[in-house]
């Protein structure tokens, strides 16, 4: 007991504890703060990855479409409602 008296009233031991008490809880790089943004980080690299596949998918359906003029015309007339000169447009909504 005598010791921990002997350490606590020594002004490095206070300072140390006191720097480390500020540094994991007051400090704006704190040990909350840390663990908040690695799990900002975590949450980032899984939408990454979730738009990547999706870039990867509309690529080679880009591909495909720029192949094919039949398909590229199928999906001008579904997706964007084009039509011939000649044609009428009817768009059925459904409730």
Known sequence: MKKLLK???N???LAILFFMFWMLFIDSNNVVNHFRL???LNQLEDQKG???EKKEKINA???ELMSNPQLLEKFARERYLMKKP???LYVIVEK
Do not use: I
């Open 38 to 40: 690695s799990q900002k």
């Open 86 to 88: 000649t044609e009428d």
């Open 11 to 13: 002004f490095y031991v």
């Open 50 to 52: 979730f738009y990547l």
């Open 7 to 9: 350490y606590s009233s």
């Open 61 to 63: 359906e880009r591909e």
